[in-house]
């Protein structure tokens, strides 16, 4: 078993947890927080070890209520390796203190690139990432860009990708974000700095990306334009990304028409959380005139990066190759590329995650 300290539990980090707990070879060694909050109490409901930032906060949590099992020093120590889920800018100053552990960790798309060896994305370059130290999991963005440039990529060549995203305010639980009433370049400067991510996994790729933001908490949507390298058909492309795990293409028939029914689509489904985890491309938008290429793809910023954060476990451990690492997350988690394919009664049998499933130290 691979123990998983996961230091910051908020939006990344609670779903890391409970997919760790899913995996056959991985336990959830305690996950750390800065403050008693409703996040705190579902932890120790799942039967999480919670431990405090520091022996400042451990107070906190006391007088909350709280039983903590130790600080974030005692997880790390205790852990085979970390995810480290604390907000953008935190894992980098969290850096020594793995390194004083001599403790493999995991730091999230917050990040800047050279806060670790390899920027990571399961089905691009996991085996880049085989028995590193450090990792960056690439942000929702260049997760869900990586997944459906690679396949492309491999079959046509990419000539230039051009990309326009349109971003979410911020989580559905993040109430001071915005904008409220408003659509925004953001940044104003091309390319976005997701252009820049992207050749952190990809260095060759020509990519251009815009970036903007709207009154919007459910998911990112991409609007793709490839110019590919040789000709196709929008036929074959449909049926090149529908082969991906991790791509969902959207039939018609689902009359599935933006994130409201996307996600409702999920909850109906028994994802826990709603969650996708799969990129979900319109499959009605995939175009192809001459060698350009076209779609729109929903990212589900909340969820496409935890399954990555389960493979790269697999990688810096070097337990699995990239096949069996990956089969064995979405076999786990029940992920299944169609979001309705293994449709479970949420009712008559949770889904695997929000079951409650195993101990936390199973
Ligand atoms: P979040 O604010 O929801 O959660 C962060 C958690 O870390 C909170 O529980 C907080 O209490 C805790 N924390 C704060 N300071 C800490 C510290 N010093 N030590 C330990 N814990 C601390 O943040 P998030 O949205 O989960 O983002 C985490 C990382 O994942 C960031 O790098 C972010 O850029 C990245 N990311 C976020 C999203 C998203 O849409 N939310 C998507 C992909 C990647």
Request: glycine share 8%; hydrophobic share 40%; with cysteine.
């Amino acid at each position: 078993m691979i123990h998983v300290g996961v230091n910051g539990y908020g939006t990344i980090g609670k779903r890391v947890a409970d997919a760790v707990r899913a995996q056959p070879d991985m336990s959830v060694a305690g996950v750390a927080k800065t403050s008693p909050n409703f996040e705190a109490k579902v932890a120790l409901e799942r039967g999480y070890p919670l431990y405090a930032v520091d022996e400042d906060r451990t107070d906190a949590f006391a007088e909350a209520g709280f039983d903590v099992a130790g600080t974030v020093d005692e997880l790390v120590a205790e852990s085979d390796v970390v995810v480290d889920a604390t907000p953008a800018g935190i894992g980098a100053e969290n850096a020594d203190l793995y390194r004083e552990h001599d403790t493999p960790a995991l730091f999230q798309g917050g990040e800047d690139a050279d806060v670790a060896e390899v920027s990571f994305n399961a089905r691009a370059n996991y085996e880049a990432a085989r028995g590193a130290d450090y990792v960056r999991v690439v942000s929702c963005n260049t997760t869900g860009l990586s997944r459906l440039l690679a396949p492309i990529i491999e079959e046509y060549g990419v000539e230039k990708a051009r990309i326009t995203l349109v971003r979410r305010g911020g989580d559905p639980s993040q109430t001071g974000r915005g904008p409220i009433n408003d659509t925004l370049p953001d940044p104003v400067e091309i390319p976005s700095h997701h252009g820049p991510d992207l050749n952190t996994v990809f260095p060759e790729i020509s990519v251009d990306t815009m970036g903007m933001k709207v009154p919007a908490t459910l998911m990112h949507t991409h609007a793709v334009n490839v110019t590919l390298e040789s000709e196709t058909d929008a036929e074959s492309v449909r049926d090149l990304l529908d082969a991906e795990s991790r791509l969902f293409v959207m039939p018609p028939e689902l009359d599935i028409d933006g994130a409201g029914k996307l996600k409702e689509f999920a909850q109906d489904a028994g994802r826990p959380r709603g969650d996708c985890w799969e990129n979900c491309i319109w499959g009605d938008s995939v175009t192809v005139d001459g060698r350009d290429m076209y779609c729109f793809q929903a990212i589900h910023q909340e969820a496409d990066v935890v399954p990555e954060n389960v493979d790269a476990i697999r990688a810096v451990l070097d337990t699995a190759d990239r096949e069996d690492s990956m089969a064995l997350t979405e076999d786990a988690l029940g992920l299944d590329g169609q979001i309705g394919q293994s449709m479970r009664d949420p009712v008559a049998q949770p889904p695997t995650l929000a079951d409650g499933g195993r101990d936390a130290d199973d």
